[in-house]
């Protein structure tokens, strides 16, 4: 067990390195001064010279790489170019509305998709299986945008239920600040769920199709109590995977959806500084994404050997 | 025939060829303003309204489905290009070095979801539709490389490789003689889902903005345009949303179909 | 005492007849052994009994047991009767136990579902069930997953989980079939011990006569859905009447009539030949080590000669094959056909590898399903610098095709068009087409039925006599190498153990390891051989 997981845990590493060259190395290419890019036009020369040098511009590319990920290791991400202000502070204000919407939608998404899932596959081929696939056949294929979209239109445009946008803040309380988040986490959490559903079901039923199934069925068990005790487990390490991709998604896609809700998220904060070329806040927060991605797979696949003995090796 | 691949087929050939027929007539000039008829609803001139600058919304989703259908199927024929080469070596070589390096960098991409590739993209080079169709292809290339590995790794252990050996041939051959045409199946079912994964990628950034640019049509760029103006002109939202949501539909019911048809397992199990 | 009586059932699945007027019965303490080939029905009519039957099945009949109407029962009720009433053990051991659950736990739950009882008291009644099938505590504790054990210890939990309440019937469809033949024998052992202690009975499908004669009282005997024939053991082997009957007799110790005899030149030649696996690293660091599958082997093949060789799963059979046909470089040793070593500076010699064709077992794996077979049987042409085309590759398609009892016809066809026994024949014409001087049959016959076998063998000997070809004849099963090798080499862990002239090493074998082999292998009494051979 130990050895997997240190192993798994090297592989991290490196896959992290990687990433972290990749994202330097594509934005290093970027045409353009940030320092001329801040300033304007009209910038005197040795002014410019002087914010270069407080940026560490003047530095070589493997001075600044090494400075970029040392930053990073000990939780300094650097100075914004636009702001001024550190990184780390920027990113952390996001991340508190980023990683609760996107905790949030997983909850539901998991909450929807596994009785779902397994209900269609317990009753496979009556009216409630076709029911249910249909309705996640619809899911899968919507836009969450859209669907974000139409939600404010009924429940905050014409009910009023919601808001149609904006973030309480935490401040607030925690149920009004989790109000605000509701509508983009539905949104988020209808299209996982369709999918997290039809893994599951699939999955169930191939496990149910196994020689062990039969073996307990001559046992004695019942249908539905061969599918609670030897099916389920079974049947989790694919929706496993799933869920740990999801979660991937969940996080990179909220981009899209604070953009609906305008909420002040990771994605705006990265489309804000797109749009000003802040390419230190796009370097940190794209790694910060990649590193979040990579640790939930790693935990995924921690989850895989606490499931299943035959990874967990011999004893 | 089963009913999914009929449907999902028939619903997928209306956007299709929708958008061929886009080439040689629309409604109405989509580059065209007419200001005096903006945002009206829906009308025998307009089936499906008009928009903020007054274009005909019918013409916009024809032409819309262009720009959709191309990004994604282009970013799957890139994905398929490239992955599937590269799935078929790793295979081979199971176990090698080549295998080790396809499947971390497989591994790195997976670090990456298509929507920050297309961040980083658009960083570097700016917005338009040839970038969101790089970032989604990157993307398919190990969601190609993988499947085509597996399937590839079962291959090689059946018997009639084994013969193929026996009779001299090397992995090379084996690979394009023996396993491709044994994962075409696969593939055609993965290339439908990854084509409406496609579809639903570029609504989601040219969402954003980072699409295709105005003055290209394309329907994630309608469905912003229309955010604004969603209280009072609903359908302007609505049409371009029921475009995305019908054409991966239809895709999505076109794999399963297919699925059902190509797999032999299932087929089996129907006898 | 009638424990199971089974009265005219039959059973459609989906507009498909499967079995047809079925009727049998089984006493208390009696083994009554179903035997048939593929498509015979007699695991149909084993879940039938246990009416775990494959969805849209239609039973008729009547199938009581101890006093219960099973075909009247509900399901509830149905839930009731296994695995307390009537158990099952199944063919495929590997995966017939949840990988995710420990032994103890899967055979606890046997009674955890059928008794209130607690957990202590269960695990302590599995712990017994265990110790009773041979799996006792210090060494099997309860504790243990299904990965850690071998197929036939995982044969002997499922055994466990079947007795662990002390059923009536006990119901085994094919229990050994998976196994080597020395798990086979103690599994067989173990079955009979426990009808003995329990009195239960024991109704035990199977498709080899000869595991069916040694243990069965009254042996039924199947086909297309039908019984053909049954009766108590002993009568029944020594006076079947039916044709089906007598022709499955006769197959099942077939000896196929050769002419040729071998020259004294030899024609493959192997040297100390070693071949080593890397193994997995223990520790983080440690040093991957080395699996040794071939240590030392060193044989002849003489010209013309049939050569055998035997020994069970693992013993490093396959791994030879694979050296010997150039697929993979030995460590040490030399292989040579006529002087000529198969490999040459690491790459192997074509000029070798075309003179030398193999035939695998699986009759449905061996081919690719997407070509035609005149592409499948002309695939080993790659070997040749110049291969035929056009008319002269199809001339020599037909050629091969028609030498193998097929038709020039068939050339066009998919493999799939084809049956198990077909298509090995297909199999034997893509060996034969570059006319190799030897071929490796690695299992060839094993996965076909009984009657379809013998044709095979019989078109075997056939071809080597007109042909001259040389046969490596590799098998698990001591009964078919017995009747078409003139030499037999024994394998056991990477070595060759013995070897010698096929009857000699059969009347009287040297080696401690032989001596199990052919004490373990089922065999049909002497005289009913005899009787076999007169059909």
Not at chain 2, 155 to 177: C, N, P, Q, Y
Request: glycine fraction near 8%; charged fraction near 20%; include cysteine.
């Amino acid at each position: 067990m130990l050895r997997f997981a240190l192993k798994r845990l090297m592989s991290l590493v490196v896959t992290l390195w990687v990433a972290s060259l990749v994202i330097f190395l594509s934005l290093e290419v970027v045409p353009g001064d940030p320092a001329a890019f801040m300033l304007g036009l009209n910038a005197q020369e040795d002014t410019l010279a002087a914010l270069r040098d407080e940026l560490g511009l003047n530095k070589g590319p493997v001075e600044r790489y090494t400075d970029w990920v040392g930053g990073m290791l000990v939780g300094d991400f650097g100075t914004s170019y636009t702001y001024r202000t550190p990184v780390s502070r920027m990113i952390l204000d996001r991340v508190q509305v980023s990683l609760p919407l996107a905790l949030y939608a997983l909850t539901l998404s998991t909450l929807i998709a596994f009785p779902a899932g397994i209900w269609a596959a317990a009753r496979r081929g009556k009216p409630t299986d076709i029911v249910v696939m249909g309705i996640t056949q619809l899911g899968v294929a919507i836009p969450n945008f859209w669907f974000a979209m139409l939600m404010v239109l009924v429940f905050a445009i014409n009910l009023r239920w919601f808001n149609a946008g904006g973030f309480a803040g935490w401040d607030a309380g925690f149920f009004p600040a989790m109000k605000s988040l509701t509508l983009p986490a539905i949104a988020l959490a209808l299209p996982q769920a369709s999918i997290l559903a039809r893994v599951m079901r699939s999955s169930l039923l191939d496990t149910l199709n196994e020689d062990f199934i039969r073996t307990a069925r001559a046992k004695g068990l019942s249908r539905r109590q061969a599918l609670w005790r030897h099916a389920l487990r079974n049947a989790l390490i694919p929706v496993l995977t799933i869920i740990g991709l999801q979660f991937a998604f969940l996080l990179a896609g909220a981009i899209i959806i604070e953009n609906v809700f305008f909420l002040p998220g990771l994605g705006r904060l990265v489309f804000q500084a797109i749009s000003a070329r802040d390419l230190i806040v796009v370097e940190s927060v794209v790694m910060l994404l990649v590193f979040a991605v990579v640790l939930v797979n790693f935990l995924v696949d921690l989850a895989y050997a606490a499931v299943d003995p035959r990874l967990r090796g011999r004893r | 025939m089963n009913r999914n691949l009929a449907f999902g087929a028939g619903l997928t050939a209306v956007f299709v060829l929708a958008a061929l027929i886009s080439f040689a007539w629309v409604p109405q000039d989509v580059t065209q303003m007419d200001i005096a008829n903006k945002i009206r609803p829906p009308s025998p001139a307009h089936p499906l309204g008009t928009d903020h600058f007054g274009r005909d919304i019918l013409s916009m989703i024809m032409v819309g489905a262009r720009t959709s259908i191309a990004v994604a199927l282009v970013a799957v024929g890139i994905g398929m290009g490239l992955g599937v080469p590269l799935g078929l070596a790793a295979a081979a070589r199971k176990g090698g070095w080549l295998d080790e390096v396809i499947m971390r960098a497989n591994d790195l991409v997976f670090a990456f979801p298509s929507l920050l590739i297309a961040i980083m993209i658009t960083a570097i080079f700016g917005a338009s539709a040839l970038n969101a169709i790089i970032a989604i292809g990157i993307f398919n290339i190990p969601v190609f490389a993988r499947l085509t590995r597996s399937g590839a790794l079962s291959l090689w252990t059946r018997d009639f490789v084994l013969a193929a050996r026996v009779a001299g041939k090397g992995a090379a051959r084996i690979s394009f003689e023996h396993i491709l045409p044994n994962v075409t199946n696969l593939l055609i079912v993965q290339g439908t889902i990854q084509f409406s994964l496609g579809i639903l990628a570029e609504a989601g950034l040219s969402y954003v903005g980072l699409g295709a640019q105005p003055p290209t049509p394309s329907w994630g760029r309608m469905l912003a345009d229309s955010q604004t103006m969603v209280s009072f002109a609903p359908h302007m939202a609505l049409f371009p949303g029921l475009a995305i949501l019908l054409t991966v539909l239809g895709l999505n019911l076109m794999g399963d179909g297919l699925r059902d048809l190509l797999d032999p397992r299932l087929r089996r199990d129907r006898q | 005492m009638t424990l199971l009586q089974i009265d005219t059932l039959s059973l459609d699945i989906r507009g498909t007849p499967i079995l047809r007027d079925v009727s049998l019965s089984v006493d208390a303490g009696q083994i009554v052994g179903v035997i048939g080939e593929s498509g015979s029905g007699k695991s149909m009519t084993a879940f039938s009994v246990m009416q775990l039957l494959p969805q849209g099945s239609v039973c008729s009949g009547r199938i009581s047991l101890s006093g219960h109407e099973i075909l009247a029962l509900s399901e509830d009720h149905l839930c009731r009767l296994r695995g307390n009433d009537v158990s099952m053990v199944f063919q495929e051991p590997m995966t017939a136990l949840n990988p995710l659950k420990t032994i103890g736990e899967q055979v606890a739950e046997t009674i955890l579902i059928h008794e209130r009882t607690t957990a202590e008291d269960a695990r302590k009644r599995a712990a017994e069930a265990l110790r009773r099938v041979e799996l006792p505590q210090d060494r099997f504790p309860l504790s243990r997953y299904p990965h850690e054990l071998s197929g036939g210890q995982r044969q002997r939990v499922v055994i466990a989980m079947a007795i662990a309440l002390r059923p009536k019937l006990l119901i085994a469809d094919e229990p050994t079939t998976a196994l080597d033949v020395t798990t086979q024998a103690e599994i067989l052992t173990l079955l009979k011990r426990l009808v003995q202690e329990d009195g239960m009975g024991l109704l035990m499908i199977s498709h080899d006569l000869a595991v069916v004669a040694d243990m069965a009282d009254h042996i039924v005997i199947m086909r297309r859905g039908e019984v053909v024939e049954q009766g108590p053991t002993q009568t029944l082997l020594r006076g079947m009447q039916h044709p089906y009957s007598l022709a499955l007799l006769a197959a099942s110790d077939h000896v196929p009539d050769r002419e040729g005899t071998p020259q004294d030149t030899p024609l493959l030649r192997v040297r100390d030949v070693v071949r080593d696996y890397p193994t997995p690293r223990k520790g983080l660091w440690g040093k991957p080590g080395t699996f040794r599958a071939v240590d030392g082997v060193s044989f002849d093949i003489r010209r013309g000669e049939n050569l055998g060789l035997v020994g069970e799963s693992g013993c490093g059979k396959s791994t030879l094959t694979r050296a010997i046909l150039g697929l993979e470089e030995v460590q040490a040793g030399t292989i040579a056909l006529d002087g000529e070593p198969v490999f040459t500076g690491h790459r192997p010699n074509r000029a070798v590898r075309r003179r030398m064709q193999v035939v695998f077992q699986d009759p449905y794996g061996s081919f690719n399903p997407r070509h035609k077979v005149a592409r499948l049987v002309c695939e080993p042409f790659h070997l040749l610098d110049d291969p035929p085309t056009g008319a002269a590759r199809d001339r020599a398609t037909a050629g091969a095709l028609e030498s193998v009892g097929l038709s020039a016809g068939d050339a066009d066809k998919y493999i799939h068009e084809f049956s198990g026994g077909q298509r090995q024949r297909i199999a034997i014409a893509r060996a034969l087409i570059i006319r190799p001087d030897l071929i490796i049959l690695d299992e060839a016959v094993s996965a076909l039925d009984v009657s379809v076998r013998a044709q095979v063998l019989d078109l075997l000997a056939d071809l080597s006599d007109r042909f001259g070809l040389t046969y490596l004849f590799i098998s698990h099963d001591l009964s078919v190498v017995r009747s078409i090798t003139d030499r037999v080499l024994v394998m056991q862990a990477g070595r060759i153990v013995e070897q010698g002239e096929t009857e000699r090493v059969f009347a009287d074998p040297q080696h401690g390891y032989t001596q199990q082999l052919i004490a373990a292998a089922p065999q049909l009494p002497d005289d009913v051989r005899k009787l076999a051979h007169e059909h």
